[in-house]
């Protein structure tokens, strides 16, 4: 929400064409962290527990948030073109949840009953299609049905597995870590190919060096006002710092790219791009600059 105040607030200055809710929107589309690629790093630097912990939280928490948050405000800017904010929220929000839900529920008593490892595969990866499918069909939104998807199916995989049921998922788990990396291979090369075009568009480029300012410093002040509601600090860190390295340490992934082009229909051709250049501008950053960075800054920090 800073974050989209602080756009909104450019947008003013410069004159773009962006409203309060289409900023609020490119706010929350850019929120989302990857909990696993910032703690991995870390972790090799001798990241203590506690920290770890909280940065994976703090993630896991964006992730959620943040989709909430995109379909709402989304909701709001489709509202302003004519379509009842309520209708819309129903059918993007509780229809795709309602869809996700069932879907999940239904496809992982097959997944618990299977003892095949590749049947296993296969119905994770239906459960998935059929979801985003049916939502196509009732015109929901397919990618808050994915995630619910995903949670949902961590959340009961993790149920039957203290409530004793092992299952054998070696086979499971290699298949979707290959997976991970290799759609996460793809969509950098996609990325940096389609950044490349996106760049060549006027203001774009002025303006994706803004987002990125933004970004740390909406991101900054979040945590640090968050960090008053924790009480201690973990392992000696000051809030400074503390805010410091989370920030650092939120970079971002396939989701914020996934939000931002779920966004073409309801934006105009030139503020699509701009949203699109600003957020591909973002991943690109932390990505690379502070994901290649991420040890040094831990260690002054420290």
Known sequence: VFYGLLFYGMSCITGLPFSLPMCLMFGSIVAPTDPIAATSILK?????????????????????????????????????????????????????????AVVTIIFFFIFRRSEDGKRRIFVSLLSVALAYWLCEVFSCSGAIASVVCGVLFSTLRKRAEDAGDQMDLAEFDSFWDIMDNL?????????????????????????????????????????FASTFLMGQIPDGFTRTRFASLLTWGGLRGGLCIALAMSCKPMLDAEVYHIVLGCTYAIVFFTTVVQGLTMKKVYEKLR
């Open 44 to 100: 090799k630097f001798g990241l203590p527990k506690d920290t770890g912990f909280l940065i994976e939280g703090e993630s896991l928490l964006n992730d959620g948030v943040g989709v909430a948050l995109f379909v709402c405000f989304s909701g709001i800017v489709k509202a302003e073109e004519g379509e009842g904010f309520f209708a819309v929220m129903f059918r993007e929000l509780f229809g795709a949840v309602l869809i996700g």
């Open 183 to 223: 759609l996460n291979s793809v969509l950098y090369v996609l990325l940096g190919l389609s950044f490349i075009r996106i760049l060549q568009m006027p203001n774009v480029l002025k303006l994706s060096v803004a987002a990125v300012i933004f970004n740390l410093a909406g991101r900054f002040s979040s945590l």
